[in-house]
């Protein structure tokens, strides 16, 4: 580890952001400068890639827009980064999506991967909520 690296990361704390997987839908914040306003502009997309290097990981999101595919790498630990939020985790057996540049409409498209241990925990609130023993009347 370089003098530089070990600047770089006593001046920027480690802030705990969530795992992310390649193949996630996600949308991201970021704060933009427009003139003397400050303002979160939010991208929403699939993560085809990710970079891990501890301060400088990246993912790469790329969705399409009125028929043309974008692409943009955001560093997780910059701090223009206002939020991480998922969407929908997809099922992916690559690390790289790279082939998703290739597809268009419905091609594109990935499986999406339920979480079973989210889906029991709310199937258990739902059937508690229902539950007319739990009445409070």
């Known amino acids: 580890m370089t003098k530089e690296d070990k600047e770089k990361k006593e ?3 480690y802030r705990p952001l969530p795992a992310i997987a ?6 991201v ?8 306003k400050e303002r979160v502009q939010t991208y929403e997309g699939t ?4 970079h891990r290097a ?3 990981s990246t993912i790469t999101v790329r969705k399409t827009f009125q028929g043309v595919g974008i692409e943009r790498v955001f560093c997780l630990y910059s701090p223009r980064m206002v939020f991480v939020e998922f969407i929908r985790h997809s ?3 690559r690390a790289k999506l790279y082939y998703l540049r290739n597809r268009v409409g419905k091609q594109s498209r990935l499986e999406e991967r339920f979480d079973l241990v989210t889906n029991t925990i709310l199937l258990d609130l ?7 023993s739990n009445s409070r009347t």
């Open 11 to 13: 001046k920027i704390e």
């Open 22 to 27: 390649v193949g996630d839908l996600v949308k």
């Open 29 to 36: 914040g970021l704060l933009i400068l427009e003139g003397d």
């Open 47 to 50: 993560v085809i890639s990710k």
């Open 54 to 56: 501890g301060l400088n």
């Open 91 to 93: 099922k992916a057996r």
């Open 126 to 132: 739902l059937a508690s909520e229902s539950d007319p």
